[in-house]
């Protein structure tokens, strides 16, 4: 009988604690449902008189300016909002329009209620650093009040011996002022109307009234002008266009200041199909054939009753482009992107049946037509559902993916599979035990009895896997990758 390899492998889990900070609050938006009262509240601040409005004001500024970088520009953008609801010709001083302003924001703890499902890659910038050391950079998803979920940083440096040394995190946190895509394809953009099941008739109507790349202006124009002379039933225009509003606001750009620490980024959700939240974003260097590199993340989108793959490309993690995945195959959870193309198309896991591991290919990274299975559950671990957890990592012996299990009681375990470097739809080897699995101190939290994790790297041939706990908080693990490689069943060895 073969003996059992997997006895012998060691996974040294890190001391280090990734837990969020309720001190770490952006601003947002603070309307009323019923937006009559906002007109009222204005009332109320311009009956006060102009000393009284100086010293509430002041008053705010003492109080705030500590946890806010630049509250002038928060009060200005949010005053800006509800700025239509006072009558035309009135003056407001620079007071006024900050103390209104003041008036309609709020506080938001991204971290408060937890801090999990990490990503890493090494960061853009790796020199100055001693021998042997990797620059890195770590996503994670926070979790706030009403479990809205937004997109982290942290940054730091592994050392030779894969001892972490993060970076101090700013008690600052930027929310950066969105960037619509300026420009959207015609061709594209119909092509994911109708995957939404918007009406046809009317998607036509209107796109065939814009050029082949257009603007959100001209969409909009085209919008009102359906509107105000409308040619189909009004139940069904407003329907469409919703739908084809939700699209064009779900690509945007977001650009942070330079000179900021990257602990004070955070990828909040701004469009309405992200409303409830930025699920798990699994990042990847991706590098092309000229070996320049870009990274990339996929996210699942969530406005509280759907899903939506979407896509985060940047190269300095300053600037970030958001773009929708297309596709047949682009409609479920859990993507990951490989780092390079295989036979000159991209690759990507994923998950389309809640159940199985999927691969796909394509020729153009926006767009997912078709995949299939390379990985059912088999062990008593995973019997409930398989999935991947992040995106595979290249080595001599093949692609590396972490997959997670779920098993009895909804307990997630880690495990591992081997993928043929150059026909990755081919699953050479897998491990027959769970990598990790939560231990009684990593069983409590949001959801129990979890340990996931959304992408690892490689240093000093180890491999380097932050995961979370139980929804709530993160740690760090590592394991040989040539004893990690040692440890799986080769699949065709069905002794």
Not at 65 to 77: A, C, P, Q, T, V
Not at 277 to 292: K, S, T
Not at 464 to 479: K, R
Request: hydrophobic share 35%; net charge positive; with cysteine.
């Amino acid at each position: 009988m073969r003996k059992k390899n997997h006895d012998k492998l060691i996974v040294t889990r890190k001391p280090n604690k990734i837990v969020g900070d309720t001190s770490r609050v952006i601003t947002r938006p603070h309307l009323p449902d019923d937006t009559r009262r906002i007109a009222l509240i204005i009332e109320r601040i311009r009956g006060l008189t102009e000393s009284k409005q100086q010293k509430l004001l002041t008053q705010i500024i003492t109080n705030f300016s500590r946890r806010h970088e630049d509250l002038n520009h928060i009060f200005e953008k949010h005053f800006s909002l509800v700025k239509r609801h006072i009558k035309e010709g009135i003056l407001q001083s620079e007071t006024e329009r900050a103390l209104i302003g003041a008036y309609f924001t709020k506080e938001y703890a991204i971290e408060s209620a937890a801090l999990f499902n990490p990503s890493i890659v090494p960061h853009p910038i790796q020199g100055n650093l001693e021998k042997g050391s990797l620059r890195f950079v770590m996503s994670l998803r926070a979790t706030g009040e009403g479990h809205i979920s937004s997109i982290v940083f942290r940054s730091g440096i592994l050392n030779k011996h894969n001892t972490f040394l993060f970076d101090p995190v700013s008690e600052f946190v930027e929310t950066p002022d969105l960037k619509l895509n300026p420009f959207y394809k015609r061709r594209l953009f119909q092509y994911k109307l109708k995957e939404m099941k918007a009406d046809d008739d009317i998607c036509t109507f209107v796109l065939n009234a814009l050029p082949q790349e257009f603007s959100k202006e001209q969409l909009v124009s085209e919008i009102e002008r359906l509107h105000k002379h409308p040619h189909f039933t009004q139940n069904k225009q407003n329907k469409t266009f919703e739908i084809i509003n939700w699209l064009s606001d779900s690509n945007y750009e977001v650009d942070f200041h330079s000179d900021h620490r990257i602990s004070e980024r955070v990828i909040f959700p701004v469009s309405r199909n992200e409303s409830r939240g930025i699920e798990d974003a699994r990042f990847v260097q991706f590098f092309d054939e000229n070996g320049e590199s870009t990274y990339y993340a996929t996210y699942t989108a969530y406005n509280g009753v759907a899903i939506l793959p979407q896509l985060i490309e940047t190269k300095d993690f300053i600037k970030f482009k958001i773009t929708i995945l297309n596709g047949k195959a682009a409609q479920n959870k859990g993507f990951a992107l490989f780092p390079r193309k295989i036979n000159g198309q991209f690759a990507m896991l994923s998950r389309q049946d809640g159940e199985n591991n999927h691969i796909m290919f394509s020729k153009n990274l926006h767009f997912w037509k078709n995949s299939h299975i390379i990985q059912r559950p088999e062990y008593p671990w995973e019997f409930v559902q398989i999935g991947n957890c992040g995106s595979p990592i290249e080595t001599e012996k093949g692609w590396i993916v972490l997959t997670h299990g779920v098993g009895p009681m909804r307990q997630y375990c880690i495990g591992a599979i081997l993928l043929d470097l150059e026909n990755p739809c081919k699953v050479i080897a897998q491990l027959e035990q769970p990598l990790l699995a939560p231990t009684e101190k990593e069983r409590e939290g949001y959801v129990p009895n979890v340990v996931y994790s959304c992408g690892s790297i490689i240093h000093r041939n180890e491999l380097v896997i932050p995961y979370a706990m139980s929804d709530i908080n993160s740690g760090i693990a590592t394991v040989s990758v040539n004893n990690l490689i040692k440890s799986m069943r080769k699949v065709t060895d069905r002794s």
